[in-house]
């Protein structure tokens, strides 16, 4: 009955807050679960960090790996009510020594990655993978329940027409950005800028790298290091977008977001990710 799917609906897809404060969907529970269980059961790990846990996650020593893998299970899950394209977002470090695991084994910066990747959940699943050694993308193949590798050697270009960002915060914006993005929208010269933001880290990084362009996650004056999780948001885009050709950095000065080394598992940093030449026209404004 629709009253039936109705109170299934709301069973399986409201939730509560997770350990960062974010609302928290059962669907991000149940992808957490699943990547907790699988990660366990590689016997490939140590050690893992969620989003949707506040501690680091142990696994059992007689299942113990080498690598410790940081992931946001379900990025952008506050689109799922929406159909909005979702996904999931992973990092992959080497453990560096031996002993009992601790949490000061994960503050690695992203510079120590060895592999990072997303999914994108929308008209088709998509992995994007990096090793260190360029970016693929595999999409999956429902028939035989294998991801083929549709868009080898993937590469940003190094121009783009497309800024994504949250508009909404301009106000507590710094001066100097608050003038990028006007001039985004009344260039001296040639046409505007066309704006695309979504909302899931993602489908936002996603498109950027398919087209161009850049994504921005600033600080501002409410939330002076953004919003953006450092290990398992900002480090595994980063390290994919330099792998294809582009940009990340803070925009404090010319910092990589790969060199900032975290203090705690849920650190924020803010992020300017995409194009290079468009990356670095942002950091002309703000180094003005």
């Known amino acids: 009955s629709r ?50 846990n506040e501690g680091m996650i142990e696994v059992p020593v007689a299942k113990h790996g080498k ?13 799922i009510d929406c159909l909005v394209s979702i996904g999931s977002i992973f990092g992959i470090y080497k453990r560096e020594k031996e002993g009992p695991v601790s949490t000061e084994d994960c503050l690695l910066p992203g510079n120590k990655l060895v592999a990072a990747g997303y999914c994108v959940f929308g008209t088709a699943c998509m992995m994007v993978l990096s090793t260190g050694q360029g970016v693929n993308g595999f999409t999956l193949d429902p028939s035989i329940g294998e991801f083929i590798l ?23 914006l710094d001066s100097k950005l608050q003038k ?5 929208k009344f260039p001296a010269t040639g046409k505007p800028k066309a704006a695309r933001y979504v909302g899931s880290m993602v489908a936002d990084v996603h498109r950027t790298i398919c087209y161009g362009g850049v994504f921005m996650y600033p600080g501002n004056s409410s ?3 953004g919003k953006l999780r450092l290990l398992y948001e900002c480090n595994p885009m980063a390290y994919i977008v330099e792998q294809a050709g582009g940009k990340a950095v803070t925009g404090r000065g010319d910092e990589r977001v790969l060199d900032v080394v975290p203090k705690k598992l849920h650190d924020r940093c803010p992020i300017f990710l995409g194009s290079s030449d468009d990356v670095d026209v942002i950091l ?5």
């Not at 299970?73 to 506050?78: A, E, Q, R, T, V």
């Not at 990028?180 to 985004?184: E, Q, S």
């Not at 002309?284 to 003005?288: A, I, K």
Request: proline letters at 4%.
């Open 3 to 52: 009253r039936a799917v109705k109170q299934w609906y709301q069973r399986r897809v409201r939730g509560d807050t997770n350990s960062t404060g974010d609302e928290q969907k059962k669907l991000d529970v149940l992808a957490n679960e699943l990547f907790i269980n699988l990660l366990k059961s590689s016997y490939q790990t140590c050690a893992m960090v969620s989003e949707e």
């Open 67 to 79: 690598y410790i893998v940081c992931f946001d299970p379900l990025d952008g899950s506050s689109n």
């Open 150 to 172: 549709t868009a080898p050697n993937l590469k940003i270009p190094n121009k783009g027409k497309i800024y994504s960002t949250n508009e909404g915060n301009a106000q507590y």
């Open 180 to 184: 990028y993005l006007h001039d985004c």
């Open 223 to 225: 939330a002076p290091n």
């Open 284 to 288: 002309s404004y703000l180094n003005e």
